[in-house]
């Protein structure tokens, strides 16, 4: 773990400890005594939540990350750089040098880093593909028989005879589904060697792919696209209306069976997670706690926390603020062909463009729903 990474974990835990639970506490106790909290207190509490709030995101991206564009490999990026500005192939050497590792469907023409970058993109979007069961297929779709009913032992005396039972068996199919987007880059822009012609594509087709990825595996209907968590299963809802306590967190912990916890998470949105970092137990001890130092993660109730853009971001009826259980389990996501680059220098050349596509195909949908439990503002 990088110094940096310490150094950061470090400084969000005495935020956190040494700042935020004072002010936070004292602000129950303002609230309690004189009907509402100091105007001074609010603020103060509000500028240390602002800082626990970055300090969490550098740790985040710093996770996602991981390698560093220093490390990409000089051969790879050179070839890349000479296709992607003017759609010259590597010589037979760089082809050697290049293909190892690379991703299939992109050949030579897409290097290692540039095509991990673009799923470092789509998990930064989707923390459902993080913690989701991920299997490649090799058609256009994945058929999975699936336990549907269980046989019944009955107990019997001594001449009495068995009783007949049979387990039941259905049939669980994933389709896949396309996506895609393209960039359209001027010609005098790929051929003006000071721009970071990757850098600019990867940023792009990142960001389009996983914010399209991301919002499916959470919501999506099923039609020409996954199907998403929070529309397949049916939400339980707080205890009282229109409000989010402590007691919801709590009951929604211990929804899922016993078995599901071991690997369980809790996904919400990050606006969902500032409202529980002030939740309290009967014991008056804070729910959310930092993450360990290896794991940037915040832990409620003991389990990882993940943060998803796609959940509710407000406290409202209807809302669907929280999400808890073993998502290997309980949602599968299916990879039919991985980020695909095409280079198109005739559509657009009138215009003195060059476009690139890119496209991928994907599917998702739960398959276990009793494996993750939805919490709905009744």
């Not at 106790?29 to 509000?46: I, N, Q, R, V």
């Not at 019944?152 to 896949?176: D, H, K, M, Y």
Request: hydrophobic share 40%.
């Amino acid at each position: 773990m990088p110094d940096i990474d310490k150094a950061l974990m470090d400084e969000l835990k005495s935020t956190w400890e040494g700042a935020f639970k004072p002010l936070n506490d004292r602000l129950d106790d303002e609230a309690k005594k004189f009907g509402d909290a100091f105007a001074e207190t609010k603020e103060s509490l509000d500028r240390v939540d602002a800082r626990i709030d970055e300090l969490d995101g550098r740790l985040q991206k710093m996770h996602l990350d991981g390698k560093g564009a220093g490390e990409v490999d000089a051969a790879e990026l050179k070839a890349f750089e000479d296709w992607a500005r003017k759609g010259v192939f590597p010589t037979d050497r760089e082809v050697k040098d290049v293909t190892v590792g690379v991703n299939t469907q992109a050949g030579y023409l897409v290097p290692t880093e540039y095509a991990r970058d673009i799923i470092r993109g789509i998990t930064e979007f989707s923390p459902v593909r993080q913690i989701a069961h991920v299997q490649p297929v090799s058609s256009q779709s994945l058929q999975q028989p699936k336990r549907t009913g269980l046989p019944t032992a009955t107990w019997r005396g001594e001449t009495q005879s068995f009783t007949e039972t049979n387990p039941t068996v259905g049939l669980e199919e994933i389709p896949t589904h396309e996506l895609g987007a393209f960039v359209d880059v001027s010609m005098q822009m790929l051929e003006d060697g000071a721009v970071d012609i990757a850098t600019y594509i990867r940023d792009e087709l990142a960001e389009a792919f996983g914010v399209a990825e991301g919002t499916a595996f959470t919501t999506g209907n099923g039609v020409t696209r996954p199907e998403g968590f929070i529309t397949s299963i049916t939400a339980q809802e707080t205890a009282t209306n229109d409000t989010f306590v402590a007691d919801d967190v709590i009951d929604l912990y211990f929804s899922p069976k016993t078995g599901y916890i071991a690997n369980s998470a809790w996904m919400c949105n990050r606006q969902i997670m500032k409202v529980i970092r002030k939740m309290k137990g009967t014991d008056n001890n804070y729910l959310l706690q930092p993450g360990l130092a290896d794991e940037p993660n915040w832990q409620l109730l003991g389990r990882p926390v993940h943060e998803s853009p796609d959940m509710a971001a407000s406290v409202a009826d209807a809302a669907k603020v929280l999400a808890f259980g073993d998502f290997r389990k309980g949602y599968k996501i299916v990879d039919r062909i991985g980020f695909t680059l095409i280079r198109d220098d005739y559509t657009q050349a009138g215009n003195g463009m060059v476009r690139f596509y890119a496209r991928r195909r994907v599917g998702g949908q739960v398959v276990l729903s009793e494996a993750i439990k939805v919490l709905e503002v009744n």
